[in-house]
């Protein structure tokens, strides 16, 4: 294949005006389709819309037509077994940040799990529970029923003990947050999640991380230590900490080393041989079962003070109804969590989507994950997302389809109901320090600051702005503080455009900025400006403004000079001041003439100017009689280049038509190129064309504006930069 610089095409064509462009080429005609007409659409309902409804609310119906018993079935089991495995084992942990019994946790990798599998589009993420939303569920649980002092005033509570207090406010959470999911993806708003960057949600996860290591610290240490919530809850954590540290547990704090190194080290063999291993080691399960056995043997618990999970029920208790008041008191907490969850869930199965050639559908998972969280919260369920090293897992392990996932919600059922007595001697130091091993790649996220503030600043003030609020004002805030620094970073960048002058590439019908090229020609009499943004209501003055800075002077001031001028010099004229001479209008008297500062008539001066009644032209490029001055206009033609420009709002339009009659009353011809024809046609609706401003101005392109400037004001001298026109019956052709 040839490379690009070696080969060189030729145009020709005529030369091309919006309006000469529209009368040789015939549109094709659209019919407008009212409100009313998309309504209509929306609800018609044909047997064809029935079925693609059904099975868009049902994917599971897709996929299992396609299902490959014979490829496929093996692998899901190996797959199912080994994530419910691990599921098991990150369900006890993760519900400990939620500041709830443990085996609740395994709740949330079964009820979900079996909605999922008939709602859900990915067919290898892993859903179940997620240390952030833990963790945030967990921060909502503390503050309604705390360790130390009175829980809030919740009429359900009365009876209840702590526990089944915390339960309540955990489940009726879920629920709450069941719905919001559930009612977004009714409302098809799946692209909600598209307003949290990839930057915001790194630096969200990386403040999560370090909240769920301090959490975390009171298991590894083996201390007693309360739990706090709001802002600041992570130095008053910390605070409570360091003044027990002389109380740690020893037995604690070995045990958590002990697997920690272990887990890491057999981490780092997964990945570096991943490509030979038939699946990867699931050391966190080995180990669980080595800590049981051990904490049973020498009876951890009672000899050695260690906390332990203790008793786990093998049955399924009754499903619960959620709690009004809790919904109210919690409403502002729950909507986050939605959001979070969901946006962690998609951006995971937007991976695994794309590795495996399939799509997705974001309504739908929302609908998925809400059904999910309902059903879970209904039986006493975490809030579910998926947890990413829990994929992992399954899509390594040669996952195929949600089958996988079903089967490891069956290994779960058989914890639950057959074998869960078996963990519980499991030290909860154990399951710390599982939890604080996987944060590795979240807490690892942070080595992208330096690369973030090379390449992108405000995408790094937005990283370390929401991970710095995340941190220190709680995860619901922190959400919050990230996505106003988000906005913000939009708004900057579209308030405050990087404006340029164009110039041409010699020899070609290129234009580039004219700061970086060296080879590069500047039409002489004529300015080329671009502005790579929409034109709103925000940014209007700042694009007038720069506008200004590009060609050199403020034409509005000039106008206003040139009126007062004119006025002047009629005025001398009439009290004989003034003759008309062989070399134009001279002054009678040698006296200065003083300049008068009456402003009093503003709105006449913004007027186009008024040349009847003067016996000669105005050249405003020569010395005017009188000392009269008015500031020199050193172009003849402006191009604006709208090619980046998307749209305008009605205060774009009011002020970009008020910049264009500010540069034709001076006497600069103005031209518009590459602009988006919706954009032409919005224009004609809102009236924005007159006597001054006509359809003419807009040009296909720069160059087709820049032949039509030199056709009329012939360049004075010879280009030395080979820029060559061949004019032939009204065509060209540009040659280098």
């Known amino acids: 294949m040839l490379r690009p610089s070696t080969q060189r095409y030729s145009v020709t064509r005529p030369l091309y005006s919006e309006d000469t462009f529209e009368d040789e080429h015939a549109k094709v005609y659209r019919k407008h389709k009212r409100l009313l007409d998309h309504f209509i659409q929306y609800f018609t309902c044909t047997s064809e819309r029935a079925k693609n409804t059904a099975v868009s609310l049902l994917p599971i119906i897709g996929w299992m037509k396609i299902y490959s018993i014979k490829d496929w079935l093996l692998n899901d089991i190996v797959s199912g077994v080994s994530t419910g495995l691990v599921a098991v084992l ?129 298991f590894v240490l083996g201390l007693t230590v309360p739990g706090f919530s709001g802002p600041l809850s992570i130095i008053y954590t910390l605070k409570s900490l360091f003044t027990q540290i002389t109380s740690t547990n020893i037995h604690d704090l070995v045990t958590s ?12 063999i997964n990945d570096r041989f991943k490509s030979k291993l038939p699946v990867p080691i699931p050391i966190e399960v080995i180990m669980t079962v080595i800590a049981c056995g051990v904490s049973y043997a020498f009876n951890f618990s009672e000899n050695h003070g260690v906390d332990v999970v203790g008793k786990i029920p093998n049955t399924f208790e009754s499903p619960i109804a959620p709690s009004l008041q809790v919904f109210q008191m919690t409403a502002v907490e729950a909507f986050p969590i939605a959001i979070v969850g969901f946006s962690v869930a998609f951006a995971v199965a937007k991976v695994y989507s794309v590795k495996h050639d399939y799509l997705i559908d974001g309504n739908q998972e929302l609908i998925a994950f809400g059904a999910s969280n309902i059903f879970g919260g209904a039986f006493k369920s975490l809030a579910a997302s998926t947890a990413l090293s829990r994929s992992a897992v399954q ?32 030290p909860k130091s154990v399951l710390g320090a599982v939890v604080i091993v996987n944060l590795k790649g979240m807490l690892m996220q942070v080595v992208t600051v330096p690369y973030l503030w090379k390449k992108d600043r ?37 308030q405050f455009p990087r404006c340029c002058v164009l110039a041409n590439i010699s020899g070609t019908d290129i234009y580039r900025d004219r700061k970086d090229y060296v080879n590069i020609y500047e039409p002489e009499g004529v300015k080329i400006f671009r502005i790579p943004s929409p034109i709103f209501f925000a940014n209007i003055d700042f694009f007038r403004d720069k506008l200004k800075d590009a060609v050199g002077f403020n034409p509005l001031r000039i106008l206003r000079k040139r009126n007062k001028a004119v006025k002047k010099i009629k005025k001398m004229i009439k009290k004989g001041e003034l003759t008309l001479t062989s070399n134009g209008l001279q002054a009678t008297c040698s006296m200065p003439i003083e300049e008068s500062e009456d402003e009093s008539n503003m709105e006449d001066l913004d007027k186009p100017t008024d040349y009847s009644d003067l016996p000669i032209q105005v050249n405003w490029s020569a010395d005017l009689p009188a000392n009269i001055r008015v500031p020199p206009v050193n172009i003849h033609s402006l191009i604006l280049d709208f090619s980046g420009v998307s749209f305008l ?19 600069v011809d103005v031209y518009i190129v590459g602009c988006d024809p919706y954009i032409i046609e919005k224009l004609r609706n809102c009236k924005f064309f007159d006597d001054e401003i006509k359809t003419s101005i807009f040009f296909l392109t720069i160059h087709d504006a820049m032949l039509f ?28």
């Open 395 to 426: 899509e390594s392990t040669g996952g195929k389809t949600q089958i996988a996932g079903l089967l490891s919600a069956l290994i779960v059922l058989v914890v639950i109901l057959g074998i869960g007595f078996l963990l519980e001697p499991l």
């Open 649 to 667: 709002d009605i205060s774009a339009l009011k002020g970009l038509k008020a910049a264009l009659k500010e540069f034709i009353r001076v006497s």
């Open 90 to 218: 990150q369900g006890l942990a993760y519900s400990l940040l939620a500041s709830i019994s443990p085996w609740y946790g395994l709740y949330a990798a079964f009820f979900p799990v079996i909605m999922y599998f008939f709602l859900g589009t990915s067919r290898h993420i892993s859903v179940g529970a997620f240390p952030v939303l833990s963790l945030m569920v967990g921060a909502v649980v503390t503050r309604l029923v705390p360790d130390e002092g009175l829980p809030a005033n919740i009429t359900a509570f009365e009876g209840l003990t702590k526990d089944e207090q915390r339960i309540l406010v955990s489940a009726s959470l879920t629920f709450l947050v069941g719905l919001f999911q559930l009612g977004m993806g009714l409302l098809q708003v799946g692209f909600i999640v598209m307003y949290l960057s990839d930057t915001l949600i790194s630096g969200f996860t990386t403040a999560a991380a370090v909240h769920i290591l301090v959490s975390q610290l009171k």
């Open 709 to 736: 400037i030199h056709e009329s004001h012939p360049p004075k001298t010879v280009n030395t930069y080979r820029f060559y026109f061949y004019w032939s019956n009204n065509r060209y052709k540009s040659n280098s």
């Open 257 to 268: 080393i002990v697997v920690m190194v272990m887990v890491l080290g057999v981490k780092e």
């Open 458 to 494: 405000p995408d790094c003030i937005v990283w370390v702005g929401t991970c710095l609020a995340a941190i220190f004002l709680g995860l619901d805030l922190g959400l919050a503080v990230g996505l106003g620094l988000e906005l913000l970073t939009v708004v900057f960048r579209a």
